[in-house]
């Protein structure tokens, strides 16, 4: 699982997405990024109905035959068939398959960081404590995350 979607807030406060790879599973995020940064586990989705392949033209990497650039690293590990997506969703249920995980690091206690973690198609939760505190149940990482995903 090398590669991330890595989400920082620009100075503007602008969310900027990033596909990065790591040769290990365990991303380490490095300060200096800002209020919010995220990371989670990446895998670039084919729109075809025929399965997905890897092919180099020219020294770069391309998902075919969707024919999208892609990060050299990338393997065929790091593709998800569209029929796969389509499996999933056609069961109906709203239950996340592969929970999808944020971390974000704490600013109390630089080095550990909570965990995000989408549960179903409207409900994520969080490793804090935040949300105990809050009047609706949601810290800020959740916020944030529901945020990004359009969940109100
Ligand atoms: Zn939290």
Known sequence: MPLFEFTNKTQYGQLRKRIVHNESSQFT???GFGDFVAVRPFKYMSNSPYTPGLTRVNGKLYM???WVEVLPETTIKDIK??????????KGSKKVDNPTE????????????YV???ISDYKVSCTCSGQYRAKDR????MKEV???LGIK
């Open 29 to 31: 995020i490095k300060r």
């Open 64 to 66: 075919i035959p969707d």
């Open 81 to 90: 068939a569209f029929e796969e997506e389509t499996r999933g969703r056609k």
């Open 102 to 113: 944020w971390r974000f690091e704490s600013k109390s206690d630089p080095g550990s960081y």
């Open 116 to 118: 995000v973690k989408q």
């Open 138 to 141: 949601k810290c800020r990482h």
């Open 146 to 148: 529901m945020g990004e």
